[in-house]
Every structure is written in structure tokens, then in C-alpha cells.
Antibody, heavy 122, light 107 residues
Framework: QLQLQESGPAVVEPSETLSLTCTVSGGSISSRPYYWGWIRQTPGKGLEWIGS???????HYNPSLKSRITISADTSKNQFFLKLSSVTAADTAVYYC??????????????WGQGTLVTVSS | DIQMTQSPSSLSASVGDRVTITCQAS??????LNWYQQKPGKAPKLLIYDAPSLETGVPSRFSGSGSGTHFTLTISSLQPEDIATYYC?????????FGQGTKLEIK
């Protein structure tokens, strides 16, 4: 059974880089046709898609965050990563990783991790 | 960006009631519309995709309909375990965007 687990620091200082890892078990991140994405949730803005990485390594980013985000993967560890630079308090959120494109439906998030709360604070 | 507007923002209903939540897109999204259920402290869970398609394992009391810019999620007979917040999401165009949510409570 597919499982996704987010991990990373719970607190990040303003202007620093937020780094999160999603560890996948029960499925390979290199398998077609899957995409692997990051979504965040804040009380103010609700759910926001951050960006995604496909099985072939191509990426798609939300234009509102594109200048600050990098999504990458380590296939040997079956992990993918989010880096968000120059964070501010507005980046405080619960961050989820998810799998999508299960049936060739790129924007359908079929499986989610449990989420991890990241607070931006000094 | 495509704006997704849900109504109502909150809803109180009794067990056994038929419940309908609506989602309006700011432009035609060609039925690329999903519905998620989120319980407190949990991740969203996919219920409906591509407007009417029921995700595997989701009870048949949940159904989705609509086309173009107007969509609905219906619960045919509300159960206590359906208490949650429901979100719509479009994937017709990047960036994929979500509605603001509808919080469903038991009366």
C-alpha cells in the first residue's frame, strides 16, 4: 500500500530556506505515469498547489512561487524534496506531499501524506 | 489563475439529509473538477474526480455533477462520519487551484 511521509524542520527562520523531504513507500517514484507534488494549507489562503515532479524528472511550479521553489528527487532513496527560499511568515503552513496522475489525470491528487506543520519564526 | 468559489462556506444538516455543495469556476474548466474531504488534523482525501467519477472505496452516497463552470457535490443521506470540510479543485489550467472550502456540521 502506498504511503507518503513528510519530514523536515518544524521551525524555519525568516529569510532562510525551507527544506522538506517526502519519503515514499509501497511504490517507486520512477514508475510511470505518476507525478509527485507538494501542496500547502494555511488558514488564510487555504489549499495551494506548490509544484510537482513527474516520473521522468520534469517539473511544474506554481508561478506565484516559481522564483523561490525547487523540487527534486533521489530515486535511490525513493524520496522527493521541496526547497522554498527566502521564507516569510506567510509561508507558515501545513505542507503535504502527494501522488497524482494515477490514471493520466495530471491534476488529481489520489494519495496524500499526513502533512507537516512548518512555522516561520525567529 | 482560475478562481474557484464554493457555497455555502458552512452548512449544518441532520443525519439522513440530502446535502448539496456547489463550486463555481471563474472560467470553463472542461469538467476537470475534483472534490476532496478533509477531517480535522488529517490530509484531504479524494472523493470525486473529473466531475462525476467516484474514487475507489468512496461510499456511493457521494456523487458529483456539473459541467463548464458550475459543479455540485451531493451526499444523498448524510452520515455522522461525513462531518468534514469539503474542497473543490480544478486542473484545467495551471496553476491548479482549490476552492475555499465548505465546513459541514451535524445539526
Amino acid at each position: 500500500q502506498l504511503q507518503l511521509q513528510e519530514s523536515g524542520p518544524a521551525v524555519v527562520e525568516p529569510s532562510e530556506t525551507l527544506s522538506l523531504t517526502c519519503t515514499v513507500s509501497g511504490g517507486s517514484i520512477s514508475s510511470r505515469p505518476y507525478y509527485w507534488g507538494w501542496i500547502r494549507q494555511t488558514p488564510g489562503k487555504g489549499l495551494e498547489w506548490i509544484g510537482s515532479l513527474s516520473y521522468d524528472g520534469s517539473t511544474h511550479y506554481n508561478p506565484s512561487l516559481k522564483s523561490r521553489i525547487t523540487i527534486s528527487a533521489d530515486t535511490s532513496k525513493n524520496q522527493f524534496f521541496l526547497k522554498l527560499s527566502s521564507v516569510t511568515a506567510a509561508d507558515t503552513a501545513v505542507y503535504y506531499c502527494a501522488r497524482h496522475n494515477d490514471y493520466g489525470d495530471p491534476g488529481v491528487f489520489h494519495s496524500w501524506g499526513q502533512g507537516t506543520l512548518v512555522t516561520v519564526s525567529s | 489563475d482560475i478562481q474557484m468559489t464554493q457555497s455555502p462556506s458552512s452548512l449544518s444538516a441532520s443525519v439522513g439529509d440530502r446535502v448539496t455543495i456547489t463550486c463555481q469556476a471563474s472560467q470553463d474548466i472542461n469538467n476537470y473538477l475534483n472534490w476532496y474531504q478533509q477531517k480535522p488534523g488529517k490530509a484531504p482525501k479524494l472523493l470525486i474526480y473529473d466531475a462525476p467519477s467516484l474514487e475507489t472505496g468512496v461510499p456511493s452516497r457521494f456523487s458529483g455533477s456539473g459541467s463548464g463552470t458550475h459543479f455540485t457535490l451531493t451526499i444523498s443521506s448524510l452520515q455522522p462520519e461525513d462531518i468534514a470540510t469539503y474542497y473543490c479543485q480544478q486542473y484545467d489550467d495551471l496553476p491548479w487551484t482549490f476552492g475555499q472550502g465548505t465546513k459541514l456540521e451535524i445539526k
